[in-house]
T-cell receptor, first 113, second 115 residues
Framework: GAGVSQSPSNKVTEKGKDVELRCDPI?????LYWYRQSLGQGLEFLIY????????KSGLPSDRFSAERTGGSVSTLTIQRTQQEDSAVYLC???????????FGPGTRLTVT | AQSVAQPEDQVNVAEGNPLTVKCTYS??????LFWYVQYPNRGLQFLLK??????LVKGSYGFEAEFNKSQTSFHLKKPSALVSDSALYFC?????????????FGKGTSLLVTP
């Protein structure tokens, strides 16, 4: 079956521009997670969704970051006024139940110039 | 806070030899532990998990992990390494319910299997 997909696979943007990253989870998975992978910080948890709700947004690094999920499926991570320190690989994962194993997408590599 | 540590940045093994990638954990309550593998320019792939039960957990691609409560360890093992096992390996622990049980990852261990 189809796994988690993310788009775009690569994104290069200029500092100060806004970007949107998309995640399509495995069909039927109610839990969806965003992580960020960077050389300096390793793998960091950003936000999770249960259905369309995001009960805890404390993992988002700043108020420039926001995310939404619609229809209990697709999620979009938006970064406004991008900064060079936002450069990283953004990974999305989904699971059928909270706490169960998570299945990861291939990631979006974001480069801010 | 729930956390894991991977003490080795890199592990080198000759093909055919057994391999071990180390992980120790620090949790309050019962640990829920995972191993993931990441191949170059790919996302993370689930290998195995420990929730409860047998201390020896078997997973994908011939990998297994041993849960040791007294040593707070969850080392990844494979009896005979393959060159294709060369990748980045992450140990992870389930975080709190407030995060939706997100994963807290170790910094990763690079495994290099030489022919």
């Amino acid at each position: 079956g189809a796994g988690v997909s993310q788009s775009p696979s690569n994104k290069v943007t200029e500092k100060g521009k806004d970007v949107e990253l998309r995640c399509d989870p495995i069909s039927g998975h109610t839990a969806l997670y965003w992580y960020r992978q960077s050389l300096g910080q390793g793998l960091e948890f950003l936000i999770y969704f249960q259905g369309n709700s995001a009960p805890d947004k404390s993992g988002l690094p700043s108020d420039r970051f926001s995310a939404e999920r619609t229809g209990g499926s697709v999620s979009t991570l938006t970064i406004q006024r991008t900064q060079q320190e936002d450069s990283a690989v953004y990974l999305c994962a989904s699971s059928s139940l909270q706490g169960d194993e998570q299945y990861f997408g291939p990631g979006t590599r974001l480069t801010v110039t | 806070a729930q956390s894991v540590a991977q003490p080795e940045d890199q592990v080198n093994v000759a093909e055919g030899n057994p391999l071990t990638v180390k992980c120790t954990y620090s949790v309050s309550g019962n640990p829920y532990l995972f191993w993931y593998v990441q191949y170059p320019n790919r996302g993370l792939q689930f290998l195995l998990k420990y929730i409860t039960g047998d201390n020896l957990v078997k997973g994908s691609y011939g990998f297994e992990a041993e849960f040791n409560k007294s040593q707070t360890s969850f080392h990844l093992k494979k009896p005979s390494a393959l060159v294709s096992d060369s990748a980045l390996y992450f140990c992870a622990v389930r975080a709190t319910r407030g995060s939706g049980y997100a994963l807290n990852f170790g910094k990763g261990t690079s495994l290099l299997v030489t022919p």
